[in-house]
């Protein structure tokens, strides 16, 4: 089973990328969190370094992101941030990203 998709939402005016991510052990452990390779490929060049994550609770948290093995690959802030919302093995994370924002 794949841990991640992604689309375009057709149905957003503002056509927004949108894609899923299950959390992985691993990632904990780590301390990052890799991206699908066809997002990184395709929209990596225009992703800022860093982004901002707003989760629904309207916090912004700073992310500092590199790319490893032809993906985005999230570090620092990336470990805090899973801390601090609970994330573990299995959990899946909901991405969207509007080109023309400076957050993700």
Not at 50 to 55: A, E, F, T
Request: with cysteine; charged share 25%.
């Amino acid at each position: 089973m794949a841990s991640s998709s992604f689309q375009r939402n057709k149905h957003s005016p503002s056509s927004v990328i949108c894609f899923f991510k299950i959390v992985l052990r691993q990632s904990l452990e780590d301390g990052n969190l890799k991206f699908p390779k066809e997002f990184s490929m395709k929209y990596g060049d225009g992703v800022p370094n860093p982004v901002y994550l707003k989760p629904p609770d309207g916090t912004a948290w700073k992310i500092d992101w590199s790319e490893y093995d032809g993906a985005i690959q999230f570090e620092n802030g990336w470990k805090e941030f899973a801390s601090y919302y609970s994330l573990d093995h299995g959990h899946m994370m909901w991405f969207e990203y509007n080109k023309t924002s400076k957050t993700l």
